[in-house]
């Protein structure tokens, strides 16, 4: 049973600079949130994603943008990269069906470094 | 602003003892609830799941979870040094038709041989 897969791992950027993340679902999940993870804190919902929509963004900035594939899979993109975008990101996969229930898994997260 | 607090650690236990962590909610519309363990430089793993008041058991661990008090619990008996990590309290809320988890910053558990 396939779990939640991210890449890259580690990523180092500078600011200014554009990233794109990418993460796929466990297998027979269809659902793909992203959250950010800063050093010492709980993860901080970016959005999620269902039939390839947004369907709800957290409180970040436009520069946060995503995409979602025919296959469930997923990308989160940041613009404009900034100091405090420093953080752990984290995609977790989910079943709609079981939507009421939520249960979320993470994917092992990509470490992203901003200069 | 809707919250899910934890209590302030870090908490210290000795192998073998029973490990209590604590978590508030101020969000009453929170339907589900959730226990992730995340070892330092990995990413959460979720642990246990309630919906209903009441405990839930499942192997060392028994979360509890009182809604008119919006209080969630987790028990980790016979503590063992593998346990040491952070837990993170999650509450699921819904949001039009999505369904976000919004979490606690952590409590820092280390059991000690």
């Known amino acids: 049973d396939a779990g939640v897969t991210q890449s890259p791992t580690h990523l180092i950027k500078t600011r200014g600079q554009q990233v794109t993340l990418r993460c796929s679902p466990k297998?027979?999940?269809?659902?793909v949130s992203w959250y950010q993870q800063a050093l010492g804190q709980g993860p901080q919902f970016i959005f999620q994603y269902y039939e390839e929509e947004e369907r709800q963004r957290g409180n970040f900035p436009d520069r946060f943008s995503g995409h979602q594939f025919p296959n469930y899979s997923s990308e989160l993109n940041v613009n404009a990269l900034l100091l405090g975008d420093s953080a752990l990101y984290l995609c977790?996969?989910?079943?709609?069906?079981?939507?009421?229930?939520?249960?979320?898994?993470f994917g092992p997260g990509t470490r992203l470094t901003v200069l | 602003q809707k919250e899910v607090e934890q209590n302030s650690g870090p908490l210290s236990v000795p192998e073998g003892a029973i490990a209590s962590l604590n978590c508030t909610y101020s969000?009453?519309?929170?339907?589900?609830f959730f226990w992730y363990r995340q070892y330092s430089g990995k990413s959460p793993e979720l642990i246990m799941s309630i919906y209903s008041n009441g405990d839930k058991e499942d192997g060392r661990f028994t979360a509890q979870l009182n809604k008119a008090s919006q209080y969630v619990s987790l028990l980790i008996r016979d503590s063992q040094p593998s346990d040491s990590a952070t837990y993170l309290c999650?509450?699921?809320?819904?949001?039009?038709?999505?369904?976000?988890?919004?979490f606690g910053s952590g409590t820092q558990l280390t059991v000690l041989p």
């Open positions: 977790a996969s989910s079943l709609e069906l079981r939507s009421s229930y939520n249960e979320q898994f």
């Open positions: 969000d009453r519309g929170s339907q589900s």
């Open positions: 297998s027979g999940h269809d659902t």
């Open positions: 999650a509450a699921s809320v819904s949001s039009g038709s999505a369904r976000q988890l919004t």
